[in-house]
C-alpha cells in the first residue's frame, strides 16, 4: 500500500507561483513513476505533468510547458510541482498519482495510488 499527501496549494495571484509536493510512504518510491493531474470544477480530471522513475522522461500538457516543472527527490520520497506564471486557468484541485511500475504514463487509469488533492486557485 501506498500512501500519497499533497501538500503547498492555496490562493495566489495571477503571475504568482506555488511549489506543491506529494509525500509517499514505501521504501520503493525510487522505482515509482509519478504523476500531476489536476480537477477543474464541473470538468473532468486532466493530466498536467509526469515523470518516470529516473527522472529521464518527462512530459507536460501543452498549456504548462514552460511554467510548470515536475521533479522528484528519492531520498526525500518526494515529488513536485513547481507551478510559475499562474494563470486563472489554472484554478482546479491537484492530485499526485504514483505508478509502480517505474514508466511514464499520461493517463490517469495508468496509475496506481492517488493522493487526496490540493486546491490551487490564481486570481485575476
Known amino acids: 500500500q501506498v500512501q500519497l499527501v499533497e501538500s503547498g496549494g492555496g490562493l495566489v495571484q495571477a503571475g504568482g507561483s506555488l511549489r506543491l509536493s506529494c509525500a509517499a510512504s514505501g521504501r520503493t518510491f525510487s522505482g515509482y513513476a509519478m504523476g500531476w493531474f489536476r480537477q477543474a470544477p464541473g470538468k473532468e480530471r486532466e493530466f498536467v505533468a509526469g515523470?518516470?522513475?529516473?527522472?529521464?522522461?518527462?512530459y507536460y500538457k501543452q498549456s504548462v510547458k514552460g511554467r510548470f516543472t515536475i521533479s522528484k527527490d528519492n531520498a526525500r520520497n518526494t515529488a513536485y510541482l513547481q507551478m510559475n506564471s499562474l494563470k486563472p486557468e489554472d484554478t482546479a484541485v491537484y492530485y499526485c498519482?504514483?505508478?509502480?511500475?517505474?514508466?511514464?504514463?499520461?493517463?490517469?487509469?495508468?496509475?496506481?495510488?492517488w493522493g487526496q488533492g490540493t486546491q490551487v486557485t490564481v486570481s485575476s
Open positions: 515523470i518516470d522513475w529516473s527522472g529521464g522522461r518527462i
Open positions: 498519482a504514483a505508478r509502480l511500475t517505474g514508466t511514464l504514463a499520461l493517463t490517469s487509469s495508468e496509475y496506481d495510488y
